[in-house]
């Protein structure tokens, strides 16, 4: 964002992220063959010693669980503290929420309802909000402006360079000498 007051450096704006950091929570994954499928929410689950067993770059959890495998993160979190009432429960939270099927999360996460503004990731609604950008470090602007500019790095021009003569050196002995001689 511009400012009116300058800054002793220029200040970038925010780096979107080329897509939000979150998990596919309609795909699943086999941990070996022919076993029942997995979801993200089941791996983000587990302790994090078996979490990150099964999150290794390659594996097919790592990439559809990018979030839960630490792969990207953003800034758009459920509220893990909150209740609400969905579907006819009351008190359900974000992670019962996230348990649904897409459709039936659709349904509850509108605009209006609590869980769109408590369970933000479960619901999708940090898009566009800015919660899913990092932030380049800035050091904070100046106050107000100056009134003057700021110096120069140098107070008054450096001095013009100097010609300085040497003297010319005697031209070599044709034949080496035995001893060093002193001029």
Known sequence: VPTNSPTPYPTPPPVPTSDPCDDDLDATFTLIPFAPAKNCQWLASRPTVIRFS???EGSL???ICEET???C???CEDDPSATFTALGRPNADCAYLGGLSSAEIQSVCQPGHPSYSLCRETCNSCIGDGSSQTSAPIIPP????????TPAPTPSPTPAPQLVTIAETPAPTPQPTPQPTLQ
């Open 54 to 56: 099964f999150c290794y």
């Open 61 to 63: 959890a790592y990439d």
């Open 73 to 75: 993160s953003d800034n």
């Open 142 to 149: 100046t106050p107000a402006p100056t009134s003057q500019p």
């Open 69 to 71: 495998c630490g792969k």
